[in-house]
């Protein structure tokens, strides 16, 4: 079982950045770990994950403003927002999957879910 505590969100204005922080109870360094974001009236969408060994994904809207990474010791996700646009702002979501998919931008692939945090990018 892994328990998923989101952290980090905020209000930042257009051009900012801001760090999200993922703290995982339980055994995590063998899961792939993912950010999915969902805006009001739209579906929960991809924008990052990251392998066991390290090896990370980006959803376009994100390539070159976002960066992922884990700190396996700590059992902590980041998620690491620069150059943050309005259409950015959604609740972010942290989730977990200790099985190996292809398909790793599907939000069903994954088991465990935190809870949000909400971001907001105002212009």
């Known amino acids: 079982q892994v328990q998923l505590v989101e952290s980090g969100g905020g209000l930042v204005q257009a051009g900012g950045s801001l760090r999200l922080s993922c703290a995982a109870s339980g055994r995590t360094s063998s899961v792939t770990m993912g950010w999915f974001r969902q805006a009001p009236g739209k579906e929960r969408e991809f924008v990052a994950a990251?392998?066991?060994?390290?090896?990370?994904y980006y959803a376009d809207s994100v390539k070159g403003r976002f960066t992922i990474s884990r700190d396996n010791a700590k059992n902590t996700v980041y998620l690491q927002m620069n150059s943050l646009k309005p259409e950015d702002t959604a609740v972010y979501y942290c989730?977990?999957?200790?099985?190996?998919?292809?398909?790793?931008?599907?939000?069903?692939?994954?088991?465990?879910w935190g809870q949000g945090t909400q971001v907001t990018v105002s212009s």
């Open positions: 990251i392998r066991w060994n390290g090896l990370t």
């Open positions: 989730a977990a999957t200790a099985r190996y998919y292809s398909d790793y931008d599907r939000p069903y692939r994954y088991d465990y």
